[in-house]
């Protein structure tokens, strides 16, 4: 199964889905990595490891229409079985996300249905939670509010750092993110007709 990674950034759990994939543990292969940010550090990364990498910059679209029909063609050509959004920090258009319906995975960092949008681990912890973590969810039209798949919690600790935070649930990103992709290429979830996630085919 082919597997196209969209960022705009750093690209650390593009890096954890490659390292899977280098040890066999990702069930499919990165195709294509596409930035909308020319300067994203993980597009390095991808070049790095061999695999295609390409830049769009969204600033040379007159429209968020526009610009998600150039990215489905730029995609498309790959002809992927799973789009994995990976820090890619664009709203989607309805056009696109129905486009890859049940077919594209997103990772927020937060216990969803909680904090949804930006900065969600300072609101966490302006919140005082005991618990905070992240969710790797199917792209629905609402703004991660799609199925989740897999999540990971971390301890609040009283008087958290925020930097230390960030690190602690980057860390548990790493981890569940190429479980979720393997789970998906190995055709063990799916997007049910009623927005659920279905398990089939589990050993
Ligand atoms: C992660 O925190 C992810 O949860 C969010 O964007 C960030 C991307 O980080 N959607 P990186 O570029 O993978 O390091």
Redesign the pocket.
Known sequence: PRVVVL????????QALLDAQTHDELGGEIVAVVSNKADAY?LKRAKDAGVDAVALPHREYDSREAFDAALIKVIDRHDPDLVV???F?RILTPMFVDHYRGRML????SLLPAYQGLNTHQRALDDGVAEHG?SVHFVTEELDGGPVVIQAAVKVEPGQDLDALIDK??AR?HLIYPIAVRWFLEGRIKLGAEGTVTLDNMP
């Open positions: 960022i705009s950034g750093n690209g650390s759990n593009l993980g959004l990976a820090g920090m997103n990772i927020h960092p992240v649930v980057h990103e």
